[in-house]
């Protein structure tokens, strides 16, 4: 074998080994930095009164008994807002709008509002989410009444989230539902709608608030006693899971939407994005986890969600 052979072969030799050894560091890289999750947590103010602002150092957070190292912790600042309205509502629920739209204009500049109207179990696109609250505003209509009747606004809700135009972590993301919680897509004979529970597990995957306000709808079917008391406990449940509120007065319209939407603002101002390393346990799956946040400043209570995904373990 001549020396300019045993040079080509100990040059292809010496590659392959370089090679080897970047791919065996990066997966030692990846195995040693698991990902890190984000959930969005409210600071609330106790007695009305507006919360303090927090640092990383003020706040706790748990899994079980354990305590967790919050690797950060932040106030959001980007916001995509979905308003979602049940198409099956009756229409003089429109004359709510004017409060609606002052909500929708108040927002800051760094929200972006989306417009959508849910009906047979997806929503429609009034107007897709825009820094330019004006144009978001503008897109309210007066809803179908029985003409939408045959909705859920659980398998709507997520439609909704299906249709998230950004996947960045650093990036709130709420839904603000105007329903009657009625599921005429499934027919709500049970306590809950069968499409509850998987979509409070979608929201969580993809860390939705879902806020949402109580109002019958069109039809008279939805308006019996314990059909809406259900409805309305099922909205509550789909709200606190998620990290949010929700808000009903009785099983009648409202008087006013406004200090709701008050409300609803004053929350979304005050709102962090916490991150933690989920330590790949997520198995081949994922899997979801209990984990509470918590401060030992006396004014300062929180919303979180009830779960958070912690995503599969990279192979």
């Known amino acids: 074998m001549n020396r300019k052979m045993l040079i080509k072969i100990g040059l292809i030799s010496a590659a392959l080994i370089a090679a080897c050894t970047f791919e065996a560091t990066t997966q030692a890289k ?28 003020d706040v706790e957070l748990y899994q079980g008994k354990e305590r967790m190292q919050v690797a950060d912790w932040h106030k959001g600042e980007a916001l995509l807002l979905a308003i979602v309205i049940d198409d099956s509502l009756g229409s003089n629920i429109a004359s709510q709008w004017n409060d ?4 929708i204009m108040e927002q800051p500049a760094t929200t972006s509002v989306g417009v959508f109207y849910g009906r047979n179990g997806t929503v429609a696109v009034a107007q897709d989410f825009t820094a330019d609250h004006a144009l978001a505003a503008k897109a309210l209509r007066i809803p179908y009444g029985g003409a939408g009747a045959f909705s859920s606004p659980y398998l709507e809700l997520q439609d909704m989230i299906k249709r998230w135009p950004d996947n960045n972590q650093d990036v709130r993301k709420s839904i603000v539902m105007i329903s ?11 306590p809950t709608s069968p499409d509850l529970d998987p979509t409070i597990d979608r929201a969580q995957k993809s860390n939705v608030n879902v806020w949402t306000i109580y109002a019958p709808d069109a039809g008279h079917a939805g308006r ?17 899971e998620t990290g949010a509120e929700s808000y009903y007065l009785g099983f009648g319209q409202p008087v006013t939407l406004k200090p709701y939407f008050d409300e609803i603002f004053t929350h979304l101002s005050n709102q962090y994005l916490l991150s933690f390393s989920s330590g790949n346990e997520g198995g081949k799956k994922g899997r979801f986890e209990r984990v509470r946040v918590a401060t030992e400043n006396p004014s300062v209570e929180f919303l979180t969600p009830s779960e958070v995904f912690i995503p599969r373990a990279e192979q």
């Open 100 to 103: 609606l739209k002052a909500f």
């Open 224 to 240: 019996g006693f314990f059909r809406s008391f259900n409805a309305q406990s099922s909205l509550s449940q789909l709200s606190e």
């Open 180 to 190: 009657s919680g009625v599921d005429y897509f499934r027919g709500n004979f049970g």
């Open 30 to 57: 990846s195995a040693a930095e698991p990902a890190l999750v984000t959930m969005t947590v409210t600071a609330v103010g106790k007695k009305d009164a507006p919360p303090p602002p927090l640092a990383k150092d």
